[in-house]
């Protein structure tokens, strides 16, 4: 595996879930925390922070395992220990195994944070409006949002959507698209 192309893409990938997951939302401690909209909320200020240990708490335990099990097969093809040690602070599959799955995505996402310098300036600038959300069945609500930001001086805006399952009481994220298409090409 080419550490050049996995870090680019890995780049490209953060910088696309970023601008979708990285404004800014003042949030008090008397909102409904059970909500999709104050989950989403609490999530994107937990991202714009750069809290991985908290957003890890606002995903679904479906989605954290599912991407937990995306990565072990590079961690496996990694005959150069470089991405395995890069991302994840790990020498084999046998020690990635170990991790907790919460664990797993605070390494990555904290790892590809710092490679992506283009992050701050938009998690700095960034601001949105929440507009309500969509139900699909009775354990799927799509929570939709615009986002404003500036991304190189640039002014940007984005109507996205973050999609939220039902855990219990309450509501977790589910992993995006850009998480799919980044395994998808760092498997190439």
């Known amino acids: ?8 893409l890995c780049a490209t990938t953060v910088i696309i879930a970023m601008l979708i997951a990285a404004p800014v939302l003042n949030v008090s401690a008397q909102t409904n925390v059970q909500t999709p909209e104050a989950v989403a909320a609490q999530y994107i200020e937990a991202t714009r922070a750069n809290d991985w240990a908290k957003c890890a708490q606002f995903l679904h335990p479906d989605a954290l ?7 072990a097969p590079l961690v496996v093809a990694d005959k150069t220990k470089n991405f395995s040690v890069d991302f994840f602070g790990v020498q084999n599959i046998a020690e990635y195994e170990k991790l907790p799955d919460a664990v ?14 283009a992050y701050k300036e938009a ?13 699909e069945g009775t354990d799927i609500v799509h929570v939709v949002y615009r986002m404003n930001m500036k991304i190189n001086g640039a002014p940007v ?5 973050m999609s939220l399952k039902s855990d219990g009481k309450t ?15 760092l498997s190439e």
């Open 1 to 8: 595996m080419n550490k050049s192309k996995v870090i680019r």
């Open 65 to 71: 395992a599912k991407m937990k099990r995306m990565f």
């Open 104 to 117: 797993v995505y605070e390494r990555l996402m904290s790892n590809l944070v710092k490679r992506v310098p």
């Open 123 to 135: 998690a700095a600038t960034s601001e949105m409006q929440i507009l309500g959300h969509v139900k």
């Open 157 to 161: 805006s984005k109507m996205t959507v």
């Open 171 to 185: 509501w977790r994220a589910l992993l995006t698209g850009d998480f799919e298409a980044m395994f998808t090409g």
